[in-house]
Each structure stands twice: as C-alpha cells, then as structure tokens.
C-alpha cells in the first residue's frame, strides 16, 4: 500500500489549498480515510474523516473552512482548505484504515500513512 500526498506549499493568511492523496495498493472504497497534521513537538491530531460510504466528520478547529472528499474510481483523497490561519501550518498526512472498522480521529487506529506534505501559511 502507498499513500502518497501533494499539493502543500506556503501561502498568505486567507488563501486557499487542495491537497490530493493518491492511492496505490489499496482500494478507497472499502476504506475509511482520514488528513491528519502534525507540529513540531505536538502530537498527530485528526483534522478530517470519512468513512467508506461517505459520512465525514471535521476537527472543530477547520469545521466550515475545510472539506474531505474522496474519489473511489481514482483512488484519490482531496482536502480543501479555505481561510487558511497561521494555526493551520503544519505538515499534512492522509491515512487509510479498513472501511469495517468505522470513522475514527485516533492516529493508532490508521494502518496505511502517507508521507506527508507541509502546508505554512503566513500572516
């Protein structure tokens, strides 16, 4: 299984990112995926999840700005970011968990990880 992240970058406070996570080895649908993101020195928090069929939740902190959307045919996992903050800056991560087990924002109960992409945005 590979997930392999894109789209990071630096950019002003307010402005907008896409990052995709593309799957090899592993087929989305029956998969339930999740962005997580990571400080320096901070634990992995979850930022966004969905669920095999569809059903997402969102960290409070992105609710409204960000939006997790997952392409089965593409094997493709997107995170819109609108309203980018100086708090967002981190290094991004998609992760992929047997869709079965359920929508979760725990980082231990992920199998498949991604090698992540930073995001820094400036005020």
């Known amino acids: 299984v590979q997930l392999v992240e894109s789209g990071g970058g630096s950019v002003q406070a307010g402005s907008s990112l896409t990052l995709p996570c593309a799957g090899a080895g592993i087929s989305y649908s029956g998969h339930s995926m999740a962005w997580f993101r990571q400080t320096p020195g901070k634990e992995r928090e979850g930022v966004a999840t969905?669920?095999?069929?569809?059903?997402?939740r969102y960290a409070e902190s992105v609710n409204g700005r960000f939006t997790i959307s997952k392409d089965n045919p593409k094997n493709t996992l997107h995170l819109q970011m609108n309203t980018l903050k100086s708090e967002d800056t981190a290094m991004y991560y998609c992760?992929?968990?047997?869709?079965?087990?359920?929508?979760?924002?725990?980082?231990?109960?992920?199998?498949?990880w991604g090698q992540g992409t930073q995001v820094t945005v400036s005020s």
């Open positions: 969905i669920s095999w069929n569809g059903i997402v």
């Open positions: 992760a992929a968990r047997s869709g079965g087990l359920g929508i979760s924002f725990r980082a231990a109960d992920f199998a498949y």
